[in-house]
């Protein structure tokens, strides 16, 4: 069956430095693939996608993730971490080419020390 | 565009009542989706429609869960009886054909049942 894996739940950084957050998935074929992040209190907002081409994506607010076919896995980075990035991250795959096929990881909530 | 909008953002109620949220989805999208948060199991697809049609309902947990979608505008997810282990937080998504598969998410319903 098909699956997200976000290994870590929680991941507190240092204002300043830099961020990767893991994710794995489960599919026998490449899925479409993205990034939403859940500030408290509100609705996901999409970060940014893969679905083609080149491995490397960037997204807004200066993320960007990088697609590992051998590894199954799409991993969201930031070279250098504001106090506005303090929330929850989700990683999802779309599967199957159906609207509804989204399937969403646990999710990783970020803190940023000062 | 206001983005997707939900109505009410807090509901607090006791167990055995109706409980009924809304969603107005983005104009001129044509898809619109359920999905029900909470701690254990993460973000899940309850129902999606397409041009006002349910196309997928089998995420609906209950015959206590229905969904109604009357025009492309509106659409409500009714639980009765509601029970305790319906406290969640409810987001409606919607998507338009030429976005790629990415999804606008509303902020949210937050119930809970006692």
């Known amino acids: 069956a098909q699956s997200v894996t976000q290994p870590d739940i929680h991941i507190t950084v240092s204002e300043g430095a830099s961020l990767e957050l893991r994710c794995n998935y489960s599919?026998?074929?490449?899925?479409?693939l993205f990034w939403y992040v859940q500030s408290p209190g509100q609705g996901l907002q999409l970060l940014l996608k893969y679905f083609s081409g080149d491995t490397l994506v960037q997204g807004i607010k200066g993320f960007e993730a990088e697609f590992k076919r051998s590894q199954s896995s799409f991993n969201l980075r930031k070279p250098s971490v504001h106090w506005s990035d303090a929330a929850e991250y989700f990683c999802?795959?779309?599967?199957?080419?159906?609207?509804?096929?989204?399937?969403f990881g646990k999710g990783t909530k970020l803190s940023v020390k000062p | 565009d206001a983005g997707v909008i939900q109505s009410p953002r807090h509901e607090v109620t006791e167990m055995g009542q109706e409980v009924t949220l809304r969603c107005k989805p983005i104009s001129g999208h044509d898809y619109l989706f359920w999905y029900r948060q909470t701690m254990m199991r993460g973000l899940e697809l309850l129902i999606y429609?397409?041009?006002?049609?349910?196309?997928?309902d089998s995420g609906m947990p209950e015959d206590r869960f229905s969904a109604k979608m009357p025009n492309a505008s509106f659409s409500t997810l009714k639980i009765q009886p509601s029970e305790p282990r319906d406290s969640a937080v409810y987001f409606c998504?919607?998507?338009?054909?030429?976005?790629?598969?990415?999804?606008?998410f509303g902020p949210g319903t937050r119930l809970t049942v006692t």
């Open positions: 999802a795959i779309l599967y199957g080419g159906s609207q509804g096929n989204l399937i």
């Open positions: 998504a919607s998507n338009g054909e030429g976005d790629s598969y990415e999804q606008y």
């Open positions: 429609f397409n041009n006002n049609v349910p196309i997928d």
């Open positions: 599919y026998g074929a490449t899925p479409y």
